[in-house]
């Protein structure tokens, strides 16, 4: 099944590019537009003034077009649900600037040399061997809702214009229930100017997919080669790679000018495993899902659909 036409829900709005008329929204990885008709007006006004409140809104959206459809408020028991279901990150780590053509990768990966973040202090059972980070890669590809007979609930790699946040979610519960490794959120942002995140799903399709964010787990894994031995940041991203990849490859996946000519990751930030989508449009706050309740919603939702 191809992407739908039809996808609504209480959201909050991460940011309005006016210039442009795209809009972002928290829940949603994917970058919407305004529709060119006469409601375009309204909606534009609705979502500014949500923005402006920190409201969430009632939203229609088009997937298949990127369209924003409709904007309502919705209803106070829609609205007293969503903010009893939204618990946000208890002080987040902070964002950084990076500029991905000038990564050197032989230093950039390494956590001991580049990636002293403080949030590594709070797990130190990390991932022993390339081997292990391997098996782990595949395993949570195994559970892809495109294979036959998936678990349930599987996960949608092929669907990858949307879901990063509960894939990731989902896997981070793979990798510390099952196998008991630390596991850590990286997020790409594409927030400068009108930037965006661009990737060809190679694995899907072939299209160009585009995002104004993306998630996914990240683990610390043991390397030792002859007499040297050092920790590597590992990204495990089933959707983009066949097997786990440095920090640096899947920051640079994202930059795909063959997709468009602005396609740019002009932030980044590693997280703890607990955080689940941005909570707002700067990179700075998060939202969590303890319970895994939104993330197996979202996982449901998005497992019989494709990407191209």
């Known amino acids: 099944m191809p992407p739908p036409t039809k996808d609504s829900g209480i959201l909050t709005v991460a940011a309005i590019r006016e210039r442009s008329g795209r809009i972002l929204f928290n829940e949603r990885q994917q970058i919407f537009t305004l529709p060119e008709t006469q409601a375009r007006g309204e909606i534009f006004g ?36 969503f903010e009893r279901g939204r618990s946000l990150l208890d002080k987040p780590e902070r964002i950084m600037p990076v500029d991905v053509p000038n990564i050197d990768p032989t230093r950039f990966n390494i956590v001991d040399i580049s990636l002293k973040i403080p949030v590594f202090k709070l797990c130190t059972k990390i991932v022993p061997s390339y081997k292990k980070a391997k098996e782990i890669f595949d395993y949570c590809a195994q559970q892809s809702c495109h294979l036959p007979g998936p678990p349930i609930p599987c996960i949608p790699f092929q669907y990858v214009i949307d879901g990063c946040y509960a894939r990731a979610h989902q896997m981070r519960r793979i990798i510390t229930e099952k196998y008991g490794y630390c596991c850590e959120k990286v997020f ?15 694995k899907w ?15 610390r894994v043991q390397i030792k080669i002859l ?43 590693i997280q703890p495993g607990s955080a689940y989508t941005p909570a707002n449009g700067q990179g700075t706050a998060f939202t969590t899902d303890p319970a895994y309740t939104a993330t197996v919603a979202t996982l449901n939702a998005y497992k019989n659909l494709t990407t191209c």
């Not at 399709?205 to 996914?216: D, E, L, N, Q």
């Not at 495990?236 to 790679?241: H, L, N, V």
Request: aromatic fraction near 10%.
């Open 46 to 81: 609705r979502l500014k003034e949500a923005l402006e409140s920190k409201r969430p809104v009632k939203a229609a959206l088009d997937p298949r077009r990127g369209l924003v459809q409709r904007i309502d408020v919705p209803s106070e028991q829609e609205r007293i649900e």
């Open 188 to 202: 790409s942002f594409a927030i400068d100017n009108d930037d965006t995140l661009a990737v060809r799903a190679d």
């Open 205 to 219: 399709g072939g299209c160009c997919v585009f995002w104004w964010y993306h998630v996914a787990p990240l683990i």
């Open 227 to 269: 007499n040297f031995s050092f920790v590597l940041a590992l990204v495990i991203d089933p959707s983009m790679f066949d097997k786990p990849v440095l920090l640096s490859s899947w920051l640079t996946a994202q930059e795909n000018t063959a997709c468009a000519a602005n396609a740019h990751v002009s932030m980044y930030t």
